[in-house]
């Protein structure tokens, strides 16, 4: 099945060039089918590319879903063509009043920031509580994953004493969950952060549930008990280049980075990357919207309210 987007946004093109079904507005209108209603809280500065892969992996599921995108009113990004936002992307205030079947919260380059000093801070505690009523489940990824923690249950993001780069393996702590059914013993993700959360920090907490880890790069994913909240730390969602283009633009930047780890062959960046978690992003997606959003979310979504 389909995910259906705009007609002319940008992702279209590159995603029917992979080979990836999307339908157009105008075909999903004659389908007498409710879709999933989603809305994506796009945090990272580069919102064409963010949107790119997230929409890869939803697209990949049977389920339509119909998606919309979101900006913070109360900080302008300033590295995309404002055209693009007035065109695709909504506020908060000209959603607020709707209700979705599942929201996904990004992450954003801000983690060495305290919270309280994010620009749209406020903003996005507005949002986060309007998602309790509003929205059925909802995915956290990265710093949208430590913001969120911090807000719901007041678990405090470190910083670490080196930044948290590379693809790692990780391994499932509760194998029955849904979430993760399918998985590999090891599967493998890509990280890319200054933060990170505690183990302890989440097991002391009897509303949250930890799914994933990594002897290397800790915490992966968890979700709280009433399957309204999901978190995840790295970004599985990463095309095969990511990595080395944020690791080229640090380099050119005379920052002191090291070579994202277990990316490269022999560490070297002269060679391209050999991808690794793409079956790994596949089955989040799609284990989230089929197990936590498509079954258990209600036909009339007024019933949120």
């Known amino acids: 099945m389909p995910i259906k987007i705009p007609n002319t946004l940008p ?6 060039n ?8 105008h075909r999903a209108m004659h389908q007498n089918i409710r879709p999933l209603k989603l809305i994506i809280l796009n945090l990272m500065p580069t919102k064409i590319v963010t949107e790119t892969q997230l929409l890869r992996q939803l697209a990949n599921t049977p389920l339509q879903i119909q998606v919309e995108l979101l900006q913070t009113a109360s900080y302008v990004p300033q590295h995309i063509d404002q055209n693009h936002l007035s065109t695709f992307y909504r506020t908060f205030k000209q959603v607020k009043t709707n209700s979705y079947d599942g929201m996904i919260i990004t992450g954003a380059p801000v983690e060495n920031l305290d919270f309280s000093d994010v620009d749209y801070w406020d903003e996005l505690c507005e949002i986060m509580e309007w998602s309790k009523s509003h929205v059925h489940a909802t995915l956290h990824i990265c710093w949208g994953a430590q913001a969120g923690l911090f807000y719901h249950y007041g678990i405090e993001k470190y910083t670490l004493p080196e930044k948290m780069f590379g693809v790692f393996p990780h391994k499932v702590v509760r194998p029955r969950s849904p979430w993760f059914r399918g998985f590999d ?8 952060r200054y933060t990170a959360i505690q183990e302890e920090d989440i097991l002391a907490r009897p509303n949250l549930q930890l799914l994933a880890t990594s002897e290397e ?31 080229q633009r640090d380099v050119s930047c005379g920052k002191c980075i090291a070579v994202p780890a277990h990316y490269f062959p022999n560490d070297n960046p002269s060679q391209p990357p050999c991808v690794n978690w793409r079956s790994t992003a596949q089955l989040l997606y799609s ?10 979310t209600p036909y009339d979504l007024r019933k949120l309210l």
């Not at 992702?11 to 029917?16: F, Y």
């Not at 284990?287 to 258990?296: A, F, T």
């Open 11 to 16: 992702a279209r093109t590159t995603l029917e």
């Open 18 to 25: 992979e080979n990836i079904f999307v339908m157009t507005e």
């Open 185 to 192: 013993d090891v599967f493998y993700a890509p990280h890319s």
């Open 217 to 247: 790069a800790g915490v992966f994913a968890l979700k709280s008990c009433d399957n309204r909240r999901f978190f995840i730390m790295g970004h599985p969602e990463y095309d095969a280049e990511t990595l080395a283009l944020e690791y």
């Open 287 to 296: 284990n989230w919207l089929n197990y936590y959003v498509y079954q258990s």
